[in-house]
């Protein structure tokens, strides 16, 4: 059984949680209308791009340990929250290479 920490501030888990229902999960998160046109790619088209040798940067914005239990080789992961102060250590390197520099935090 996989069993995963409860993040003390979660506003569906934590202590004071306010979400008690099913929510629409794209406004929650704050996703403007139309930006995932470019954004956004489905796990099969991102594969038949990876599979097609595409240059790209594959960005994770989840936690360090969602990361930890399954994640996209090569793929960059700056948790969303420090991706404010982190939008300089994004540069368009090819997939491959990106894998040098993932690191977990």
């Known amino acids: 059984m996989l069993e ?3 993040t003390p501030n979660c506003l569906v888990c934590g202590p004071n949680a306010t979400v008690k229902k099913l929510i629409d999960y794209e406004a929650f998160c704050g ?5 995932g046109a470019d954004l956004e790619v489905s796990p099969k088209a991102l594969k038949g791009l990876i599979d097609d040798g595409r240059e790209m940067v594959v960005l994770d914005v989840r936690e360090p340990f969602e990361y ?19 939008l300089r250590e994004l540069v368009r390197v090819p997939f491959e290479k990106a894998a040098d520099k993932a690191k977990p935090y």
Not at 31 to 35: A, H, K, T
Not at 69 to 85: S, T, V, Y
């Open 4 to 6: 995963l920490p409860h």
């Open 68 to 86: 930890e239990i399954a994640h996209i080789e090569g793929a960059r992961l700056i948790p969303l929250g420090e991706l404010p102060d982190r």
């Open 31 to 35: 996703v403007e209308e139309g930006l």
